[in-house]
């Protein structure tokens, strides 16, 4: 068997997963998603990363099935197209979600970090002479905790989606990881230096926090991620009435008190 036929039976073989894994390497060699994106446009006839992933993964159920039933092939490639289409909508939304949350909070950060100097600024007895004082300063410490908490809620979040669908592979560009990592220590930082600066001029200790509050906004952004990607890809593949059912229920479940179902798609 020549090269060319092994690197074709072994692509046929890849399943869903793998095909939008392999797809997924060859885009981070970019580092970038602006970069990937001008290499595709500077193709002289570019196809598509999902046109190509859907050609690949029609491609492998069918080979896979060869001599079955047409209804049993059929339904086969619908699954496979299903699964292979979510998972990269699945990259696409990790990416932009987090591209979002890092413009926000770098900010939030800068706002929050001023508002920190500004309570600070003066000396300590002609601030503890501001009534006001140690409630403003009790609720910018509040306000950083929950902006720290946010951020862990969110990485667990990509954590639990990347391992459920991804097999653990991270879906962030190098450089959105990077910027990530950067934007997390930056608040953390924040927020370990209001606490102590709080502690220092007398403002009264927080709540001890719920240790299952980051666990539950988790799940929350969970399907914040996999729900809308189910929606589009069952929407690019003509499925538009199973979509309107699927995105109708996170809707609902977003205005329930209760937190909304992170199922796994069929």
Not at 19 to 24: D, E, F, G, Y
Request: aromatic share 4%; glycine share 6%; charged share 30%.
């Amino acid at each position: 068997m020549t090269m060319a036929r092994r690197v074709a039976t072994i692509e046929t073989s890849l399943s869903p997963t793998q095909l939008v894994l392999r797809w997924l390497d060859e885009a981070h060699a970019f580092n970038d998603l602006e970069s990937y994106v001008r290499s595709l446009l500077a193709e002289a006839s570019p196809e598509g990363p999902l046109d190509r992933l859907c050609r690949e993964a029609e491609h492998g159920a069918r080979v896979g099935l060869r001599g079955k039933r047409p209804e049993v092939v059929d339904a086969a490639v619908r699954s496979a197209l299903r699964e292979t289409v979510f998972r990269f909508e699945l990259v696409m939304r990790i990416n932009v979600t987090t591209h979002d949350l890092l413009e926000r909070e770098a900010l939030i950060d800068a706002a929050l970090s001023a508002q920190v100097a500004l309570l600070t600024t003066e000396g300590r007895a002609s601030r503890r002479r501001d009534a006001t004082y140690l409630e403003r300063f009790a609720t910018l410490r509040g306000l950083l905790l929950c902006r720290r908490g946010e951020l862990h809620a969110a990485q667990q979040a990509r954590a639990v989606a990347e391992e459920r669908y991804l097999a653990g592979r991270t879906a962030l560009f190098p450089d959105a990881t990077k910027a990530w990592n950067e934007q997390l220590g930056n608040t953390e930082t924040l927020a370990d230096v209001a606490c102590r600066l709080a502690e220092l001029d007398g403002v009264p200790p927080t709540v001890p926090a719920d240790p299952d509050t980051v666990a539950t906004r988790a799940a929350e952004l969970v399907a914040d991620l996999v729900e809308p990607a189910k929606v589009t890809a069952l929407e690019k593949l003509g499925e538009g009435r199973q979509a309107q059912g699927i995105a109708t229920g996170w809707l609902r479940s977003k205005l329930e008190p209760v937190g909304p179902s992170t199922e796994a798609p069929r």
